[in-house]
C-alpha cells in the first residue's frame, strides 16, 4: 500500500516526499487512483524504483542521440509515478539495488623490501562533464 501521510515522511528523501505528496493531492481527486494507492502490492519504493528506471532509460535514450544534458520535467516525473500506481502489470517492489564492487587493491613488492599499496587509476568518462568550485 502507498503511504500517503505526509507525516509519517518527514525523514524521507526530498524527491520521496514531493512524489508522495503529489500523489496525496492526485488520489484526494480521483476515486480510481486512491484505490489503486490502496493496494498491498504498490509502495512509494516501488513508485520510486521505476521512476528512476523510467529516468535512466531517458538519459540512456538521450546519451544515444549525442545530448550531453538532459532536462526531465516534474510533471512528467509524476506522470510517471501515477501510471505505476495504476498499472498491475508494473512490478519493481522487488527491485533491489545492486551493490558497486570496489576494484581490488594491488600490493607490490617494492625495491627497498617495503610493501605499497597501488591504487587502480579511476576510470573517467570522456562524455561525463565535471565540475570542481
Not at 46 to 61: F, L, P, Q, R, W
Not at 67 to 91: M, R
Amino acid at each position: 500500500m502507498v503511504e500517503l501521510d505526509l507525516s509519517k515522511l518527514e525523514n524521507e528523501d526530498y524527491v520521496l516526499k514531493k512524489v508522495a505528496e503529489y500523489l496525496a493531492e492526485e488520489s484526494a481527486k480521483d476515486e480510481y487512483l486512491a484505490e489503486a494507492c490502496k493496494k498491498e502490492n504498490k509502495t512509494l519504493n516501488g513508485v520510486m524504483s521505476y521512476v528512476e528506471s523510467e529516468a535512466k532509460n531517458t538519459i540512456d535514450k538521450s546519451k544515444q542521440k549525442g545530448n550531453v544534458c538532459v532536462h526531465v520535467d516534474d510533471s512528467v516525473v509524476y506522470g510517471w509515478a501515477k501510471h505505476y500506481i495504476l498499472e498491475d502489470s508494473l512490478d519493481f517492489e522487488k527491485v533491489n539495488k545492486a551493490v558497486p564492487k570496489t576494484p581490488a587493491r594491488k600490493v607490490e613488492k617494492d625495491t627497498t623490501e617495503s610493501w605499497k599499496v597501488v591504487q587502480p587509476k579511476p576510470k573517467y568518462d570522456i562524455n561525463q562533464l565535471t565540475f570542481d568550485f
